[in-house]
């Protein structure tokens, strides 16, 4: 079961391993003409109704895929106003094979009858698919009343036109029209809204790499940009708790959580280490605690700091001194916002009680002092990440040359990054990434996106500075590495 925002980002992710978007196309095309002769024998006739966007490409495919029937392709629209290239070229192509094709601008003008006036025997709706918006408009609203109209068995592409893939309603509301359909042939995975319908659903494989969905890639940046129309504040407050013993640790996951798109970043660090931490920037809003160490003494008043943001990145050189673990044990009971748990506030977690969300950010070496196990075979690794985050009811993201992200629910792997990020100080940029990240998105996808992209600066690092990378060559390549391209 795969949703619509979902599918989209592993599509873009196919993309980026070497499967483009039009050998998808030649593949979903192919499996509508696959389900076109289950339905039909050779000989039947046979309208494909196609839109603008993708979806409409798809049969414009199968059409070259069914000529051993009486084939007929309505274009809605005029062919220059087709949306994307791919869908363009196969409405070329069909022309160049003289494969009977009209548009369609009028909706009146829309004949679906076969030659001989009758109906046709199987219409395939592809006007809509996974890009509708709103209530079916024309020529696609009038087109889907005369298919519904017709005695043809209908077969939708991905989706019947009209309604939305992820509940099962139609898009313009309980009453709107949309196809009905006999038959949908949808692709990759079950879509969570048609069972639902009354239909029966046919899943076809596209060829869409298993590591597509597996492993993070540019898709998984789909629908992160920033609201062009957003105030101060609204992408993400975050709070970064640490420093004493180190003053770097705080520093450099406060700025990468700027890099990385957070407003606000405040750091609430020992007084001996604020003027340190705030010397590296100053973009930095620093917020001294009393004495040299976080201790509990401080809990108090970190949760009323926390209390104005929206993530805390709790435990960026906080150390493991006296005290330390009974600050972040007393905050973590209290706390019910969300934070992300790195270095030496980790080993807390498995024995705290707590109501917050957590995403913890271990090593595998720390992964085992929380308790965690890990195997050198990467599949059962995963496994092993996704049934201790089960386990402790958070997220977990353990860091190696190969990362894990897990939840209860699933496992995602990223191989973006390098050797050279073994350095001290990349953890900490990691920490502050998914903070950010985590202010705007869910905390699953944080921590994927926030290892994906960290490791991507890492790579571009690497590429300039070789065995030379240090941390503060990272934040500053974050930007660029959180484009989708
Ligand atoms: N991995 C994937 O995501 C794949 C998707 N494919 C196909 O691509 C489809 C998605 O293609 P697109 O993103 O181009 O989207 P669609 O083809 O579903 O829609 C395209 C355009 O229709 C217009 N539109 C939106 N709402 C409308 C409305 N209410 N009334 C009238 N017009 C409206 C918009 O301008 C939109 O851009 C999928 O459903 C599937 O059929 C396949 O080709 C291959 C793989
Ligand atoms: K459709």
Not at 24 to 50: F, I, K, Q, W, Y
Not at 424 to 440: P, R
Not at 456 to 481: F, H, I, S, W, Y
């Amino acid at each position: 079961m795969i949703p619509t925002d979902r599918m989209a980002a592993v599509d873009a992710n196919a993309a980026a391993l070497g499967v483009p978007r039009k050998q998808l196309m030649e593949s979903s095309g192919n499996a509508v003409a696959r389900e076109v002769r289950a339905v039909a024998d050779p000989g039947a006739t046979v309208a494909l109704v196609c839109g603008r966007g993708n979806n409409g490409g798809d049969a414009l495919v199968a059409a070259r895929f069914l000529t051993e029937y009486a084939v007929r392709v309505h274009l809605l629209g005029r062919p220059e106003t087709v949306r994307t290239d791919i869908a363009r070229e196969n409405w070329a192509a069909l022309g160049k094979a003289e494969i009977p094709r009209e548009t369609v601008t009028d909706s009146r003008d829309l004949d679906l009858a076969a030659p001989d006036g009758d109906d046709p025997d199987v219409i395939v709706d592809a006007m809509l698919g996974s890009g509708i918006s709103g209530g079916l408009r024309e020529p696609e609203r009038t087109a889907a009343a005369a298919i519904n109209a017709s005695d043809a068995t209908v077969i939708a592409v991905d989706v019947p036109s009209g309604i939305d893939a992820d509940t099962g309603d139609p898009t313009g509301g309980p009453d709107a029209v949309a196809v009905d359909a006999d038959r949908v042939v949808t692709f990759h995975d079950e879509k969570p809204g048609l069972a639902a319908l009354d239909a029966a659903v046919a899943v076809a494989d596209i060829g869409i790499p298993a590591a597509a969905e597996r492993y993070t890639g540019p898709g998984d940046l789909l629908g992160l940009d920033r609201d062009p129309d957003s105030h101060k504040g609204d992408n993400g407050e975050v709070l970064v708790v640490g420093g004493g013993p180190y003053t770097g640790a705080p520093t450099l996951s406060a700025l990468a959580a700027l890099r990385a798109g957070a407003d606000l970043v405040r750091v609430a660090c020992p007084e001996s280490v604020a003027d340190a931490v705030q010397g590296f920037s100053p973009n930095l809003i620093v917020r001294p605690l009393p004495g040299d160490r976080v201790g509990s003494s401080h809990a108090a008043r970190v949760a009323s700091l926390a209390a104005e943001n929206d993530v805390v990145v709790l435990g960026p050189g906080l150390g493991d001194g006296d005290g330390t673990r009974e600050f972040v044990r007393e905050f973590l009971t209290a706390y019910d916002g969300q934070a992300v748990v790195d270095a030496d506030a980790l080993r807390v977690v498995p024995e705290v009680d707590t109501d917050a969300d957590l995403i913890c950010t271990p090593h595998q070496g720390e992964l085992v002092d929380m308790g965690g196990e890990t195997a050198a075979d990467p599949d059962e690794r995963a496994e092993l990440v996704r049934e201790f985050a089960a386990d402790l009811g958070h997220v977990l993201l353990v860091k190696g040359a190969v990362d894990v992200i897990a939840d209860a629910d699933g496992v995602r792997l990223n191989r973006t990054g390098n050797p050279g990020m073994t350095v001290g100080g990349t953890g900490d940029v990691l920490a502050g990434t998914v903070g950010a990240l985590a202010a705007v998105t869910d905390p699953f996808r944080a921590a994927a996106v926030g290892a994906y992209v960290v490791g991507r600066a890492g790579d571009a690092a690497a590429d300039a500075n070789g065995a030379g990378l240090v941390a503060t060559d990272l934040p500053d390549r974050l930007p660029e590495a959180m484009r989708n391209e």
